[in-house]
């Protein structure tokens, strides 16, 4: 049986989770919750997000976001690693794209990720430090088409690690990109995941594995972790060797 890393410094660390409730950021809070953190998380799917300790929230609305990361820190207490994992990968195509619907996508999987790290880096400054992890993707890398502002919004994240890397850097807070590979969440398999799809993976990977959520997860646990503690403005793939 396969044994896997405990890192002590997670211990009653408060660990924020957008997006918590399904896929990766179930996988997450449960992962953290494993290694003894205080895990609060915020979803707009509320009902999923029932089987667990939550708040729902539509982060794409800042105010509610605002309020959500409140109630966390009021509940928890000052927030030490934040992982903006919430994203909707949408398929869409160009000719469908409207300035409303761009504005949306933007919305859903960029702009909160920076409103959020900038309401908990003032709790990461008065600790001495913290660790925020913005999730990027592949798709972007792999040139995939037929969803143009999910791709955009994904590729500029990791421009926004870079820029709050060196903002924060005198904080001792780190910023850092985890960027999944095709995760085979049960949303990605009912809805994606075709025989044409998984002979890309197999084509694509060096791996002949599927990526799972925990192997998400236990990099998420690592870059959280004390353990990174040199680790700042990098991007960190987890993609069976995709890109």
Known sequence: MTTFAHYPSLTDRTVLITGGATGIGACLVEQFAAQGARVGFLDIDADAGAALAQHPADLTDISALTRGIDAVRQHFGPIGVLLNNAANDQRHKVEDTTPESWDAGIAVNLKHQFF????????????????????????????????????????????????????????????????????????????????????????????????????????????????????????????????
Request: aromatic residues 8%; proline residues 3%; hydrophobic residues 50%.
């Open 116 to 243: 959020a790290a900038k309401d908990v880096a003032a709790d990461m400054r008065q600790a001495g430090g913290g660790s925020i992890v913005n999730f990027g993707s592949v798709s972007w890398m792999l040139k995939m088409g037929g969803m143009p502002v999910y791709t955009t919004a994904k590729a500029a994240v990791q421009g926004l690690t870079r820029s709050l890397a060196r903002d924060f850097g005198p904080f001792n807070i780190r910023v850092n990109t985890l960027v999944p590979g095709w995760v085979m969440t049960d949303k990605q398999l009912r809805l994606w995941v075709t025989d044409a799809g998984r002979a890309d993976i197999a084509r694509g990977q060096c791996l002949q594995q599927l990526v799972m959520p925990e192997h998400i997860a236990r990099m998420a646990l690592f870059l959280a972790s004390d353990d990174s503690a040199m680790c700042t403005a990098q991007d960190f793939v987890v993609d069976g060797g995709w890109v």
